[in-house]
Structure formats: structure tokens, C-alpha cells
Nanobody, 122 residues
Framework: QVQLVESGGGLVQAGDSLRLSCAAS????????MAWFRQAPGKEREFVSG????????YYSDAVKDRFTISRDNAKNRMYLEMNDLKPEDTGAYYC???????????????WGQGTQVTVSS
């Protein structure tokens, strides 16, 4: 069973950039479809971006498209989220998720990290 650990969150100003990382262990990383979700206080967890097992296909929510870039390095068992032009509405806990299917629903993923906090001030 794969374990996931996120890192890279922090407090930034609007317009800044951050790079999140997700380190996987205990499973065959390349077999999992991966995604990033986020959750703001008082709101439901929402899909941010997903990536296929090989990394050749990427998917984004409309809210982050053209600002965020997802990638993965199967040799290093890592996934990344490059976030540019951050906005206050991007604030939330960001979660790494792994599953056997790729989709934008929480139910698509069986394994989750503990999350890393991103706070964007205006």
C-alpha cells in the first residue's frame, strides 16, 4: 500500500509561485494515477489537477488551468505541482492522492497524504 507525503506549502503573496511535492513509498508508484486536491476552510475538497501513470496526460480544473503545472518522476517516486500567479482563492490545504482510476472525484482515489498548507495573502 502506497504512503504519500506532501511538502512545499507556505505563506506567499498574490502573484508568487510555489512548488509542491508528493513523495510516495511502499508501493509501485508508476502503477498509480495521481492527483492534487485542495480544501479551503469550510469547503469541500476539490480537484485541482490529475496526471496519468506515465505522465503523458494531465488534467486541470478551470480554476487553475494555465497557472498550475502537474508532473511526475516515476524514477524518483515523486509528483509535483508548480503553482504560478497564485491568488488568495488558491488558499487551502493541498492533498496528494493516488488511485487506480483517474478522475476529478474524491472517490476515484484510495490513498491520500496528510496535506500541506498553502496560504496566499492579497
Amino acid at each position: 500500500q502506497v504512503q504519500l507525503v506532501e511538502s512545499g506549502g507556505g505563506l506567499v503573496q498574490a502573484g508568487d509561485s510555489l512548488r509542491l511535492s508528493c513523495a510516495a513509498s511502499g508501493g509501485t508508484f508508476s502503477l498509480y494515477r495521481m492527483a492534487w486536491f485542495r480544501q479551503a476552510p469550510g469547503k469541500e475538497r476539490e480537484f485541482v489537477s490529475g496526471i496519468s501513470r506515465s505522465g503523458s496526460n494531465q488534467y486541470y480544473s478551470d480554476a487553475v488551468k494555465d497557472r498550475f503545472t502537474i508532473s511526475r518522476d516515476n524514477a524518483k517516486n515523486r509528483m509535483y505541482l508548480e503553482m504560478n500567479d497564485l491568488k488568495p482563492e488558491d488558499t487551502g490545504a493541498y492533498y496528494c492522492a493516488a488511485g487506480e482510476t483517474l478522475g476529478n472525484a474524491v472517490e476515484n482515489y484510495d490513498h491520500w497524504g496528510q496535506g500541506t498548507q498553502v496560504t496566499v495573502s492579497s
